[in-house]
């Protein structure tokens, strides 16, 4: 069974960076796209970037484009997201998981979600 653990979150100031990684313990990390999301407090879920198994093919988020790269090693199970000008808004628990559904936008056509990492941005 996959199992994701992200790491990489932390406290910044707004207009910093921070990247993220999502590392999976099984091989099966290459053959599925795989994205990333978050979720402030009160919020819903929210779809920030998903990338394909190739890597080749990534879309975003609105609120993110332009300011967010995902990337990952399949060599290394690893998936990234670099962030950059950072915002308070930005602040949120971000999650990765895999798609096994149809629409690459909702929450529920993923799996095997990990725990979450917080990122903080302040003003």
């Known amino acids: 069974q996959v199992q994701l653990v992200e790491s990489g979150g932390g406290l910044v100031q707004a207009g910093g960076s921070l990247r993220l990684s999502c590392a999976a313990s099984?091989?099966?990390?290459?053959?599925?796209?795989m994205a990333w999301f978050r979720q402030a407090p009160g919020k819903e879920r929210e779809f920030v970037a998903v990338i394909s198994w190739s890597g080749v093919s990534t879309f975003y988020g609105d609120s993110v484009k332009g300011r967010f790269t995902i990337s990952r090693d399949n060599a290394k199970n690893t998936m990234y997201l670099q962030m950059n000008s950072l915002k308070p808004e930005d602040t949120a628990v971000y999650y990765c998981?895999?798609?096994?559904?149809?629409?690459?936008?909702?929450?529920?056509?993923?799996?095997?979600w990990g725990q979450g990492t917080q990122v903080t941005v302040s003003s």
């Open positions: 998981a895999e798609l096994v559904g149809d629409n690459w936008r909702q929450s529920s056509s993923y799996t095997h």
């Open positions: 099984a091989s099966t990390f290459t053959n599925d796209p």
